[in-house]
């Protein structure tokens, strides 16, 4: 903590051993201003304390001084420069917006509060007057200014009225936009306020009293709560995470269709492969209901040492796998903030054809997204898992029906920045949802072009959650509803080449989100009767999404896939993902398995050469204290 006043006209540093807490407060050290001006006023600091500066009353400027250490005026403090603050002849108080590219300077003088754009942050050499606003109505003697993190509301105290004085302004930390909400008596405590602040995340106001030379410390029932509490729907980063974890839970539907219908569209594209299996590796655990899960997962006939000459047959398992990785943004707008988002997710599935040529399956996916809101600390975590059903069904030789049938559960970790502090909130979701899709393909030569539309169709509930403190938020359960539809269509063509197929593709499609409109109902944990609602939810409604890709076999047992694809809003954002995957099937007796035996973990690779059994055995001990690896290398023969 710092005081500073015109009678020692030095910068007292104060430690507190529990942080906004003045009753924990020891004196440290001071440092002296008068050299500069002998009626100093008021002290700040930027962001990391490594700038303070100091307005004095006596020549009307502000002097920046560097720190070799932050926030200690016992380090290195050395004079930078000095800029007049003519504008007020009698100047009181100091403060900057958080990133420094504004000042405010109020005084007796004019009672009204001066505000100064700064070309460079936290350099006063770069200041320039912009505006005035007078606060004359409610105080004649003003000498304290203090403004919320986002400068939607500013606060005002002096010697008149002896009370604070609350303003909104509609623009943060423009004072042309402010107005006079009410006031509170601070006459109790001080005769002659001459100070005030908040603490970092606004629940706690501390008032400087040059009556009895004091330090007072009031606690908030909420954020900035003198008056009234801050609206968090009028917050654009509250409003934007509202607003992401909505998204979120109708894209978590979209990317999980993603895979499945790309796995449908793959089993199309290579229909005449005898195998058509993606993975050649065997699960074996020393758990026996882990290992009889496994084999239900992962049937014998998918293994390695399936012949490539076998003819496809109905009844027979395969199994495969996509991976993905995704980033995008969405910009703000005048009610939220921007949205940086990236996410990854990997999905594995079964399925296996009928005897009338239909295919269905199993898939589980699993993704990670991060999304960062703002310039500050807001951020979502998500960890979603999800379990789909798939089938695909053919209505003639070319027409196909797809559809699928899910369930996901996902956890978000939720990190809301308020000030230079951040709150945090931990959130659980679950959803079902479907996904309908009719294609055609028509033939010609080697291009094929197959028109479809789609339907997906979800509901979410989100639970209900309370960030951490007393004085922050509550939001109620919420639940969504996804109505998304699709029209569009691919072109893909097939080139036989020397050691394999290569078979590139084109997808464009046009979705539109008509999902019914979603609404968060937030309040404060220490006041539920006043309730904040925020209405009409909704993702962008028109949307473009083009995808390049190819698949590319080998005569040699290997797979390779690949493709981009960009998802563009009409209204503003939008999302880059990148899929590949590479597969490989072996056309030899080539066997491979990855085992859990206990506490130690084995990979074994075996070949038969001329009636001989070539194993090469590797484990690693996952719990030993004391590294212990093992390589093993068998031949064995029957005779």
Not at 191 to 198: A, G, I, K, M, V
Not at 403 to 431: C, E, H, M, P, Y
Request: net charge negative; charged share 25%.
């Amino acid at each position: 903590m710092f005081v500073i006043g015109h009678n020692g006209d030095d910068v007292n540093e104060y430690k507190l051993t529990t942080g906004f807490d003045i009753s924990t407060a020891t004196f440290v050290d001071s440092f002296d201003t008068e050299s500069e001006d002998d009626d100093s006023r008021d002290v700040k600091f930027n962001q990391n304390g490594t700038k303070m500066f100091v307005l004095g009353k006596q020549n009307d400027r502000v002097c920046e001084y560097t720190l070799s250490i932050g926030f200690d005026v016992s380090s290195t403090v050395t004079l930078v420069d000095c800029a007049s603050v003519s504008e007020e002849s009698k100047p009181d108080e100091l403060e900057f917006n958080p990133d420094g590219t504004k000042m405010f300077v109020m005084g007796e003088s004019g009672d009204d509060v001066n505000e100064y754009k700064l070309s460079t942050g936290f350099d006063v050499s770069t200041a320039t007057f912009v505006d005035s606003f007078s606060v004359n109505s409610e105080e004649t003697v003003p000498t304290g200014l203090a403004f919320t993190y986002d400068g939607t509301k500013m606060f005002v105290v002096g010697w008149t009225g002896e009370d604070v004085n609350e303003y909104k302004l509609s623009t943060g930390f423009d004072v042309s936009t402010a107005t006079f909400v009410d006031s509170f008596s601070i006459t109790d405590q001080d005769d002659e306020p001459s100070s005030l602040t908040f603490s970092s995340d606004g629940s706690k106001m501390f008032l400087l009293g040059r009556e009895n030379n004091k330090v007072y410390e009031y606690s908030l029932t909420c954020y900035y709560g003198v008056i009234n509490c801050m609206d968090p729907t009028s917050d654009k980063d509250d409003v934007a995470s509202v607003e992401a974890q909505t998204e979120s839970a109708k894209q978590l539907i979209q990317h999980t269709t993603y895979p499945v219908l790309n796995r449908m569209e793959w089993l199309r594209r290579n229909s005449n492969n005898s195998n058509l299996t993606n993975q050649n590796i065997k699960f074996h655990f020393a758990d026996e209901i882990l290992t009889s899960l496994s084999n239900l997962i992962i049937p014998a006939s998918s293994s390695s040492n399936n012949s490539s000459s076998a003819e496809p047959q109905s009844g027979n398992w395969s199994y495969w796998s996509e991976g993905a990785v995704s980033i995008g943004k969405i910009r703000d707008t005048l009610t939220s903030s921007e949205k940086n988002i990236s996410a990854t997710a990997i999905t594995i599935g079964v399925d296996k054809r009928t005897d009338n040529n239909r295919m269905f399956g199993l898939a589980l996916r699993f993704g990670i997204d991060d999304i960062d809101i703002g310039i500050s600390k807001n951020s979502l975590d998500i960890d979603a898992v999800s379990l789909t059903l798939y089938e695909t069904r053919p209505q003639g030789e070319d027409i196909f029906i797809d559809s699928l049938l899910g369930i996901g559960s996902f956890k978000t970790d939720i990190v809301n920045a308020v000030g230079s502090s951040s709150t945090k909130g931990k959130r659980d979701g679950k959803q079902i949802f479907s996904s309908f899709k009719i294609r055609e393909t028509f033939k010609k030569n080697k291009l094929n072009f197959t028109p479809n539309i789609k339907l997906d169709l979800g509901f979410t509930s989100l639970s209900d959650y309370s960030e951490n403190g007393s004085t922050n938020l509550k939001f109620d359960r919420q639940n969504i509803g996804t109505i998304i539809t699709y029209i569009g269509g691919t072109l893909d063509s097939s080139s036989n080449l020397r050691n394999g197929t290569f078979k590139p593709y084109f997808e464009y499609d046009y979705f539109a989100d008509i999902s019914p409109s979603s609404e968060q109902k937030i309040s404060y944990i220490s006041d539920t009767s006043s309730t904040y609602t925020l209405t009409n939810i909704n993702s962008s409604t028109h949307n473009f999404m083009s995808k390049l890709g190819f698949d590319f076999i080998t005569d040699s047992g290997w797979d390779f896939t690949s493709s981009y694809q960009r998802t563009q809003n009409k209204e503003y954002g939008y999302n880059d993902a990148f899929n590949f995957g590479v597969n490989y099937i072996s056309r030899k007796n080539i066997e491979y398995a990855i085992f859990l035996d206990n506490n130690k973990a084995l990979i074994d690779y075996k070949r038969k050469i001329n009636g001989f059994d070539i194993t090469f055995e590797s484990n690693y001990s996952l719990k030993s204290v004391i590294s212990d690896y093992d390589a093993r290398l068998k031949v064995s023969s029957k005779f």
